[in-house]
């Protein structure tokens, strides 16, 4: 099972998909979309090393602005798509950030069915969430409906890939600081100890 986790900056994948790529961290590729800036990518190496994921493509576009031109950022994602074949894209919450509302929609567009066959079209496409957003600019039809069990491991992992962000750690009460905690609820609430939440967009069944 190949996954691809495509994060509009470096720690959003840790936020979202972190107890997910700490189960299959060798399976996954993880895209960081903007140029976050030699501190943070240093941040962004420890946190997949943490991880275990070994396979990762920073593609440099202008942070804040992902959406600018739009056209190229699709194109960067039709290539990575192509490239690396996921049977499982993973893509952000298009909630208050326009990096994340960007990323969102180019990952929907390039997850379409294509007349070109050279096109790959990925059979899963989910949402994850990233906490430390609870504004959303416009309503969607996203649904919290796939649960991804964790261990107490795996959510430790993920709670230390989030803390490798220094530069990014607001301090106090913050969901970036309390992701075990969040992992534990959204888990507890289905019955295991810990998970993550990610909405289903397309499921095409073998």
């Known amino acids: 099972m190949r996954r691809l986790v495509i994060a509009p900056h470096m720690d959003d994948e840790s936020l979202g998909c972190g107890g997910l790529l700490a189960k299959y961290g060798p399976e996954c590729r993880v895209v960081a979309v903007a140029d976050s800036g030699p501190v943070r990518a240093a941040e962004h190496a420890r946190a997949l090393e943490l991880l275990g994921v070994t396979d990762a493509v920073a593609l440099g576009l202008p942070d804040t ?43 929907m567009r390039a997850s379409r069915a294509s007349m070109s066959s050279s096109h790959w079209f990925p059979p899963t496409v989910l949402v994850y969430d990233i906490a430390a957003y609870d504004l959303n600019l416009y309503p969607t039809d996203l649904r919290w409906n796939v649960f ?16 490798a962000y220094e530069s990014e750690s607001p301090g106090g009460a913050h969901p ?24 289903l967009v397309r499921l095409v069944r073998s």
Request: charged share 30%; hydrophobic share 40%; with cysteine.
């Open 65 to 107: 602005a992902l959406g600018q031109d739009m056209p190229r950022l699709v194109r960067e994602l039709d290539r990575q798509f192509c490239e690396f074949r996921p049977d499982e894209v993973y893509l952000p919450y298009p909630s208050l950030h326009q990096d994340h509302i960007a990323v969102y929609e180019a990952g």
């Open 148 to 163: 991804e069990s964790l261990t107490d491991e795996q959510a430790e992992l993920k709670r230390l890939a989030c803390a």
């Open 176 to 199: 970036m600081n309390s992701v075990k905690d969040i992992a534990r609820a959204v888990g507890n609430m289905r019955l295991t100890e810990f998970a993550e939440q990610y909405a």
